[in-house]
């Protein structure tokens, strides 16, 4: 069974920074596309970013980019982004995904909180 937890989120003031990580397991990670999803409050949820099985390309929504960046370690089964310059609209509940949609396969996700 495809298995997938992220964590790292928690409590942040806006233009602070998060790394969040996700462990894989249960499929082939190494040559699987990976995404972020997020989830906010009384809001549907919301592909954040993609990356490509080899780790090129990225993708990013408009409203992350330059400001979120996605990575992954194969060797590791490992999934990861790096957010920078929080927003308190980024407040949401963040997810990894198999695919490019990130909506398949959607693991247990971690509460990212953007607040003075």
């Known amino acids: 069974d495809v298995q997938l937890q992220a964590s790292g989120g928690g409590l942040v003031q806006p233009g602070g920074s998060l790394r969040l990580s996700c462990a894989a397991s249960?499929?082939?990670?190494?040559?699987?596309?990976m995404s972020w999803a997020r989830q906010a409050p009384g809001k549907e949820p919301e592909w954040v970013s993609t990356?490509?099985?080899?780790?090129?390309?990225?993708v990013y929504a408009a409203s992350v980019k330059g400001r979120f960046t996605i990575s992954r370690d194969n060797a590791k089964n490992m999934l990861y982004l790096q957010m920078n310059s929080l927003k308190p609209e980024n407040t949401a509940v963040y997810y990894c995904?198999?695919?490019?949609?990130?909506?398949?396969?959607r693991g247990q996700g971690t509460q990212v909180t953007v607040s003075s």
């Open positions: 995904a198999t695919g490019r949609t990130g909506s398949a396969n």
């Open positions: 249960g499929f082939p990670f190494g040559s699987s596309d």
């Open positions: 990356i490509f099985s080899g780790g090129v390309p990225t």
